[in-house]
């Protein structure tokens, strides 16, 4: 049972290039969500998804984009990275009548220059 | 814009000591929740707490949601070494579409001194 992983670790980018975050849990979870961390300001809410199909923009949403094709996967995209992106990406997932009690994966920190 | 303040936040410790940290808000939630991040990994669940005035242990972890909805501490006993880490608080307002949605403070960063 690996719980939450997330793919790259690290990831360095160029102003104006794209990339994609993967994101996949096998606790067969319901809801999932995109965080961000920068220094000094806890975490943020990017989007979130409540089942497969479906998503929805969170707190910080700009310049993000978002997939759930498949339950045990969410994906983020970032079209055009800025450098206000680099940053540390977490992703989570919960059980929806848990909905707070989140499992977190160990986090992609990506870097735009 | 930011709505919780966490404090202290740093705390330099010596191992044995005991340890206490707050989370206020300036509006009420009915959710309220401290989560754990080790250096280098994502964010763990310590303690969820969901009734006004709800007193919680978790090991040598306790905490309390306060009576005005507005406020919680967490306190660790006797601390040890792998305590180090930071620790946030979290809240939401739990019902209707609020889907788990957290705003999370900002952390209070724990050292434990051997």
């Not at chain 1, 300001?41 to 998503?55: A, Q």
């Not at chain 2, 005991?18 to 989560?35: A, E, G, H, R």
């Not at chain 2, 909805?69 to 209707?96: E, M, Q, T, W």
Request: a neutral charge; hydrophobic letters at 35%; one cysteine or more.
């Amino acid at each position: 049972n690996a719980g939450v992983t997330q793919t790259p670790k690290f990831r360095v980018l160029k102003t104006g290039q794209s990339m994609t975050l993967l994101c996949a849990q096998d606790m067969n979870h319901e809801y999932m969500y995109w965080y961000r961390q920068d220094p000094g300001m806890g975490l943020r809410l990017i989007h979130y998804s409540v089942g497969e199909g479906t998503t929805a923009k969170g707190e910080v949403p700009d310049g993000y984009n978002v997939s759930r094709l498949k339950k045990q996967n969410f994906l983020l995209g970032l079209e055009s990275a800025a450098p206000s992106q680099t940053s540390v990406y977490f992703c989570a997932s919960s059980y929806g009548l848990a909905a707070y009690e989140q499992y977190f994966g160990p986090g992609t920190r990506l870097t735009v220059t | 814009g930011q709505q919780l303040n966490q404090s202290p936040q740093s705390m330099f410790i010596q191992e044995g000591e005991d340890v206490s940290m707050n989370c206020t808000s300036s509006s009420i939630f009915n959710t309220w929740l401290w989560y754990k991040q080790d250096p280098g990994e994502g964010p763990v669940l310590l303690i969820a707490l969901y009734k006004a005035g709800e007193l919680t242990s978790n090991g040598r972890l306790t905490a309390q949601f306060g009576i005005t909805r507005k406020d919680s501490f967490l306190n660790i006993s006797a601390s040890i070494p792998s305590d180090v880490g930071i620790y946030f608080c979290a809240v939401a307002n739990a019902g209707g579409t609020s889907y788990g949605k957290l705003t999370f403070g900002q952390g209070t960063i724990l050292t434990v001194h051997p």
